[in-house]
Nanobody
Framework: QVQLVESGGGLVQPGGSLRLSCVAS????????IQWYRQAPGKVREWIAI???????NYADSIKGRFVISRDNRKNTAYLQMNSLKPEDTAVYYC????????????WGQGTQVTVSS
């Protein structure tokens, strides 16, 4: 049974930084993709970053140059380093992982709140 647990959210001032973590358990190997999404109040969930099992990355334009996604396969953990935070980054941040076992299997964490405010 795959589980994803996010942590690291909180309240930060504009211009500050946070690092989110996503710990995955239940996978039999590291052949899965990790993504980060976020959902602000009253808005649809937004995709923001992806990292492949081999470490290839891609980012949404809204966070490119400010956020960095990474992963440590030895620790089954992915990270989202968020720098130069803005009030519009306020949202619940979700970790998603997917792999292919016959068909695509998607897994979600419970989310962690990030609030950027002075």
């Amino acid at each position: 049974q795959v589980q994803l647990v996010e942590s690291g959210g909180g309240l930060v001032q504009p211009g500050g930084s946070l690092r989110l973590s996503c710990v995955a358990s239940g996978f039999t190997n590291s052949d899965y993709v990790i993504q980060w999404y976020r959902q602000a109040p009253g808005k649809v969930r937004e995709w923001i970053a992806i990292i492949s099992s081999g470490g290839g990355t891609n980012y949404a334009d809204s966070i490119k140059g400010r956020f960095v996604i990474s992963r440590d396969n030895r620790k089954n953990t992915a990270y989202l380093q968020m720098n130069s935070l803005k009030p519009e980054d306020t949202a619940v941040y979700y970790c998603n992982a997917y792999n292919y076992v016959g068909s695509r299997n998607d897994y979600w964490g419970q989310g962690t709140q990030v609030t950027v405010s002075s």
